[in-house]
Every structure is written in C-alpha cells, then in structure tokens.
C-alpha cells in the first residue's frame, strides 16, 4: 500500500521508458546523480517457466472518506491509497480499517483513468 501514486502516460515501456531499480541503487543513484523523486510502484512476480519481476504501473487509487455522527462526510478525515491490481477486497477493508479501526468507511470511490 502506497501513497497516492504519480500518474503515468499509458502505453510505457520497461527498457524504453523507465528502468525498474532496487529501493537501494536508487537511493545510489540519487545521490551520485541527482533524481527525480522515486515512483514506487507494487511488484509481482510472473511467468510459469521463466519467472520475471512486473511492475503493476497503474495501481487502484482510492479515497477514503469517513462520516461524522449525522451521517456527513468528514473531509477532514480523507485518505488517499493505492492498491495492486492483485489485491483482493479484504486486503484493501483491512488496510483501511489500520487507518482508522474506531469507524466504518462512508464512501469507497475507484478513480477510473
């Protein structure tokens, strides 16, 4: 579970268009060269008999807003997450419910892009 992620181009590819690093060589990297900051995106694992890493390049966002005692939306409570495609609905109710265990989320809205 990330942060809200940045936003990428459809259509990028591996090699052309980015190179996926260790959370070390880039912090190497960085330091050596100078860098933007790091676009962390979930791995996952594929391939039956040559097994390579993928990354998921456009993961699930969420908003998560939860309701006051009336029943309103208590913006002051938002939180923004983002879920590997591969996660299953339980994972995403139980990482919501580590932000706040006390209350029930009102809304979960899917940001279609």
Known sequence: VDDEPEELKRGIREGRDYVAVSPDIFAKWAAWYGAHPAMKRHAKEVGVLSKRIALD?????????????????????ETRMSFSRKHHLHDV?????????????????????
């Open 57 to 77: 390049l456009y993961p699930v966002s969420l908003r998560v807003v939860y309701a006051d005692a009336n029943g309103e939306a208590d913006m002051s409570t």
């Open 93 to 113: 109710k139980r990482a919501i419910a580590q932000v706040d265990g006390k209350r029930e989320p009102m809304h979960i809205k899917r940001k279609i892009t």
